[in-house]
């Protein structure tokens, strides 16, 4: 079937739009049905932390990451961009990617009030649906949520409380997909109550305007498990609406991590093309460094050490060759 390039067209197809929610869940139990694996590439969390993950989807939570450096956080919340429908239609022109039949935006309801069924439809790719933020103490509600634009309001004739005057930030232009924020102990705690606000009530205050915004989003977080269990890193209000808490963990076997760093670490090489081979000993020695250092007393476990260790040594090693 060709893709609508209107709204009209999209109606005549019967197309359904699902909430990011349950397109999620659906995609994730055909998954299931057929037995294909969920997390390509990620190796020894098949029994511990992919289930967990699996049923906050399948709960339609949004979750938290809790773990160390260096331990697939940010490529498992990545990949979940792989449950999302190949494209879906959006207004053309959206900054919000706006629903072409529950706008959220003043845009996407004038477009639509003014063209009806001839209102022309742009298709968004999956990947395009995931927007990441590293939080840092600087991050702002600009940033996260978005502020008046004055320079839109000078070019389009509008009252600075007018909504189209507003620049969005990441949140609104991550509806009807993933949001995740890392490190989110480190986001001030004015910018948490922002989040809360338009998790719990889909509106939120941008310079005294008060704007409603419903936002279709999967929210996806991650934290060092110390900070996120620190009274006053997160508030509670937004910890309270955060579904699930997945643990992650560095490989619980040598011979995992020695898989995953074989997976993981430059080997191939053009100049040593035939010519290079590792022995087992050598890849378990510079794995069981890790391991080592993991019970060392002396290594501040606040930190960690990261799986990237091996492959860093795994990679000298091959250089030195």
Do not use: C
Not at 22 to 35: F, M, Q, V
Not at 96 to 118: C, L, W
Request: charged share 25%; proline share 5%.
């Amino acid at each position: 079937m060709a893709q609508a390039k209107t709204l009209g067209e999209l109606k005549a197809q019967n197309y359904r739009v699902r909430s990011v929610k349950d397109e999620l869940r659906a995609n994730l139990l055909k998954k299931l049905r057929a037995g294909e694996k969920i997390f390509p590439g990620i190796i020894g969390y098949d029994e511990t932390v992919v289930p967990q993950i699996v049923n906050a989807i399948l709960a339609r939570h949004n979750l938290i990451l809790l773990g160390l450096r260096g331990q697939a956080k940010s490529r498992l919340i990545r990949q979940l961009t792989d449950l999302f429908d190949e494209q879906i239609p959006s207004i053309a022109g959206s900054e919000v990617n706006d629903d072409p039949f529950h706008p959220i935006s003043a845009y996407g309801r004038q477009t639509i009030e003014a063209m009806r069924d001839k209102t022309p439809i742009t298709w968004i790719d999956r990947d395009a649906r995931f927007v990441e933020k590293l939080a840092t103490p600087d991050v702002t509600i600009a940033d996260i949520i978005g502020d008046v634009d004055p320079i839109k309001a000078a070019k389009g004739g509008h009252l600075l409380s007018d909504e189209l005057t507003i620049h969005y930030g990441l949140l609104p232009r991550a509806n009807r997909g993933i949001f995740a924020i890392n490190e989110l102990p480190d986001l001030a705690g004015k910018i948490q109550v922002g989040l809360f606000n338009i998790m719990q009530e889909g509106d939120v205050q941008i310079k005294g305007y008060p704007v409603r915004l419903p936002l279709d989003v999967l929210l996806v977080f991650s934290a060092n498990p110390e900070d996120y269990t620190a009274r006053g890193k997160i508030i509670t209000p937004l910890k309270d609406r955060i579904g699930a808490e997945v643990s992650t963990h560095y490989p619980t076997e040598l011979q995992l991590g020695v898989e995953i760093t074989k997976q993981e670490a430059w080997v191939e090489r053009e100049d040593l093309e035939g010519s290079l081979h590792i022995p087992d000993f050598i890849r378990e020695t510079i794995e069981q460094i890790a391991f080592e250092a993991r019970d060392d007393q002396r290594i501040d476990k606040r930190s960690g050490v990261s799986q990237r260790l091996p492959i860093s040594v795994t990679e000298s090693v091959i250089s030195n060759a």
